[in-house]
C-alpha cells in the first residue's frame, strides 16, 4: 500500500498550471474585423468590373473588337478574385469561436491555410493577369487617342499599379498577424 500512499502524495503535490481562460469577446472582435475588412475587396473589385464593362460597352464599334478582348480578360481575372473573396467571406462565417476551442483551431488553421494560398499564389497570377490584359490594349490606346491622353494613360496605370501592390503588401501581412494572434489566443 505504500506505493499507493506514494502515488496519492506525488499526486498532491503537483502544481497544475492555469490555463488562462479563451477571452470570447476578444475573438469574436477579431473575426467581425476580419469580415468587415474582407467585404471591402469585392465592393471596390465589382465597382472596377463595373466600369470596364461601362468602357467596353460605350466605345464606338470601331474600336470596340480591338478593345474587347482585354477588357474582358481584365474583367474576368477580377472576377475570379471576387469568388475567392466571397468563398473567404463565406469561410469566415463559418469560423465560430464558440465552438470547442480544439475545433475552432483546426477550422481556424484551415483558414489561414487557404488565405495564404489566396494571397501568395491566386492573388499574383490574377493581378499579373489584369496588367498582361492593360498591356495588350496599349497599341489600341496609342491609336486611338491623341499622344498626351495616351501618356496620361501610361503613367496614371503606372502609378495606380503600384499604389495597387502597395495596398497588397500591407494589408495582407495585416490579415494574416490577425489570424495569427487569433489562433495564438487559442
Do not use: C
Not at 490555463?19 to 471591402?40: A, G
Not at 466571397?86 to 475545433?103: C, G, M
Amino acid at each position: 500500500m505504500k506505493s499507493f500512499e506514494d502515488l496519492k502524495s506525488n499526486w498532491q503535490g503537483q502544481k497544475f498550471e492555469n490555463k488562462p481562460t479563451l477571452d470570447l469577446s476578444k475573438l469574436e472582435s477579431k473575426l467581425s474585423h476580419l469580415k468587415r475588412d474582407q467585404l471591402i475587396a469585392p465592393v471596390i473589385l465589382g465597382i472596377t468590373i463595373a466600369i470596364l464593362l461601362t468602357f467596353l460597352f460605350l466605345q464606338p464599334k470601331a474600336s470596340f473588337e480591338l478593345l474587347k478582348n482585354g477588357l474582358i480578360l481584365m474583367s474576368a481575372s477580377l472576377f475570379i478574385r471576387i469568388l475567392f473573396e466571397i468563398w473567404s467571406i463565406l469561410e469566415t462565417t463559418k469560423l465560430n469561436p464558440t465552438l470547442e476551442v480544439n475545433k475552432f483551431a483546426l477550422s481556424l488553421t484551415k483558414f489561414i491555410k487557404t488565405r495564404k494560398l489566396i494571397h501568395f499564389m491566386v492573388t499574383p497570377i490574377i493581378m499579373a493577369i489584369y496588367i498582361l490584359a492593360f498591356i495588350s490594349l496599349l497599341p489600341v490606346f496609342k491609336l486611338n487617342v491623341s499622344d498626351g491622353m495616351y501618356q496620361y494613360i501610361l503613367w496614371s496605370s503606372t502609378i495606380v499599379f503600384i499604389g495597387l501592390i502597395i495596398i497588397k503588401v500591407i494589408s495582407i501581412p495585416k490579415e494574416l498577424k490577425l489570424l495569427n494572434e487569433m489562433h495564438d489566443e487559442l
